[in-house]
């Protein structure tokens, strides 16, 4: 039990917008309404009381991190240590830091809670395993489908319902949380050399399946499995000018159905080439604000040192060729893709000064802030302990026009930037770091501070100095536990694993089983991941009610 006492609470889901008062916390770890008047209490007078922080839309276990950590060594010997203490492991804050470090620097800034977005079910044991060693942090992840070949082929032979029975097999097999969809039919095009940049022209391979039609299915199958989290969309035709076409078309083809479009950032650019390209973020924000149905994280940029890590092979193939630098792409099976190549996001560089500036404007051009989340990609616009860097342009827009001033003239030509006033309250960065991307999540224990709530909970001292304030809390505490005290790491407990278990046709089991044989390298028996394999899981109930309601998408 603790009464924390005498803060200044910030917690919009129960509209509590800077009033002081107590929070307290139950036996079990829990938020309660009340505690008896003996129960220990924490003073906390003059500071600033966050819901702990949910990242929607990260990358911090798996395979690929693993392939980009071995590409990079040179920036993990540049590595920051980070809780070098008597009773703790010390760790490394490299761009890609190991498992139980990445714990550690997302607790020592106040985050308690991440989204996994992108995980090969044929890798999800391990990234599972990976998971578990990243400590405090409660985990979510999201399966690649929109390039499984056993799923297209059932769309392409109009079997939907059956395509929906494999879906939900799929997320049980692999004890996941939800469905991500990165460049529909673009990485199953990549296995013949080519890629998908429209929308309605045919998968390569295939003759009726097409992006939209990959897209609008995923969509719909998980809402008609009552899934918590929508659709998590990585757009086809990521990073390359002239995109806001084909963002704006995926939007209209999903108009009516709940998705979230995952680091919009860089589906947001106008232009026709490299030369010309240029911020798209008020006609993205323009169309996104009138559609109640889609959510979004902004996937931001920051100048300097990274590594990209993703799905899209296609893109990560270009991005070597725009580079030179070092690359790796490769194939996995019958699922999905993965590239890697380190990158430096350069300030007098046009393209990259568009991408810094669009993450921005996309934050501040979305009027409702419960639908934009504060993301970066993690690691691919940058690492995620820069969140403090961004948190200060949002609040402060003089500090962000003088960071304007410093981009080259012709990339500030192109920009809306310098034209927003707006500056975020410490009430809207509660609701884009916590109480929003828990909603988004579908998780309504986490992101608040009302009775029932995990208490997940980051106390800030109250400055000026914003970038030092986010950067570091006073003290986080992870379900009741004091995690984090004035920097130093006081306690180490294993996070959960969330996931879905929705229900299917158990003669999906015989349907699917003669098919591994050819489309597998592994044995179907081998294939799911056994629910003793994912220390501390939780099933997530199908979510009821209005978010579940049966969409009127057109599915074009």
């Known amino acids: 039990m603790l009464r924390i006492r005498g803060g200044r609470v910030y917690d919009p889901a129960n509209g509590i917008n800077g009033e002081v008062r107590d929070i307290c916390i139950g036996e079990d770890g829990c938020i309660t309404a009340t505690l008896p008047s003996e129960a220990p209490v924490l003073d906390v007078q003059g500071c600033v009381v966050f819901p702990g922080g949910v990242d929607v839309h990260t990358h911090i276990g798996g395979a690929a991190l693993n392939f980009a950590r071995g590409m990079i060594p040179e920036q993990h010997r540049r590595a920051v240590p980070i809780y070098r203490t008597a009773q703790r492991r010390a760790g490394l804050a490299g761009t890609t830091p190991t498992t139980f470090a990445t714990g550690y620097v997302y607790a020592g800034m106040g985050w308690t809670t991440a989204n996994e977005a992108a995980v090969p079910i044929l890798s999800a044991r391990h990234t599972h395993e990976e998971l578990a060693d990243t400590p405090i942090l409660d985990k979510t992840a999201c399966v690649l489908m929109a390039n499984n070949e056993i799923l297209l082929d059932l769309l392409e032979q109009g079997e939907d319902e059956r395509a929906q029975q494999v879906l939900a097999w799929y997320l049980s097999a692999a004890k996941a949380y939800g469905v991500k969809a990165v ?11 080519k890629d998908c940049k429209g929308l309605h022209e045919p998968v390569p391979g295939y003759r009726q399946v097409t992006p939209a039609r990959i897209v ?9 499995l009552q ?37 919009l950032q860089y589906h947001a650019y106008g232009g026709d080439d490299w030369t010309t390209m240029s911020s798209a973020a008020a006609q993205i924000a323009e169309y996104f604000n009138t559609h109640p149905g889609f959510t979004a994280d902004a996937g931001a940029v920051l100048f300097g040192t990274t590594v990209t890590v993703t799905a899209d092979g296609p893109w990560q193939h270009l991005l070597y060729q725009l580079t030179g630098r070092k690359w790796g792409n490769l194939d996995v099976e019958n699922e999905t893709g993965c590239g890697v190549v380190p990158y430096t996001y350069r300030e007098k560089s046009i393209p990259n000064a568009v991408q ?3 993450g921005l404007e996309l934050l501040l051009l979305i009027n409702d802030p419960w639908r934009i989340a504060l993301t970066t990609d993690h690691p691919n616009g940058a690492a995620f ?13 003089d500090y962000r026009k003088e960071q304007w001033l410093k981009l080259p003239e012709k990339a500030r030509a192109r920009l809306v930037l310098p034209e927003l006033t707006r500056e975020y309250t410490l009430y809207e960065i509660a609701i884009i770091t916590a109480a929003g991307p828990a909603r988004m999540l579908g998780l309504p224990h986490k992101g608040h501070l009302g009775p029932g709530a995990d208490a997940d ?20 505490l992870k379900k009741g536990v004091l995690v984090v005290d ?8 294993e996070g959960r694993q969330y996931a879905v278990a929705p229900p299917y046709d158990p003669a999906i089991v015989d349907y699917l089983r003669p098919l591994f044989q050819q489309y597998y390298t592994i044995s179907f028996e081998n294939y799911p991941v056994a629910a003793e394999h994912v220390p501390h899981l939780e099933i997530v109930e199908p979510v009821t009610g209005p978010a579940a309601a049966t969409t009127t998408g057109s599915g074009r």
């Open 385 to 397: 302990w820069r969140y403090p860097e961004i948190i200060h342009l949002l609040m402060n827009a």
């Open 216 to 224: 609008a299915a995923l969509a719909r199958f998980c809402d008609q």
């Open 356 to 358: 810094w500036a669009v």
């Open 457 to 476: 909970i980051v106390i800030y001292n109250h400055s000026d100095a914003i970038e030092q304030m986010f950067a570091h809390p006073r003290y986080v």
């Open 227 to 263: 899934l918590p989290h929508p659709l998590h969309l990585h757009c086809n035709n990521l990073g390359a000018p002239g995109n806001v076409h084909t963002t704006l078309e995926t939007m209209r083809v999903l108009d009516g159905y709940r998705v979230h479009f995952a680091h």
């Open 486 to 493: 004035d920097g130093e790491l006081r306690a180490s407990p």
């Open 183 to 193: 460049n529909p039919g673009g990485v199953a095009g990549w296995k013949w050399g």
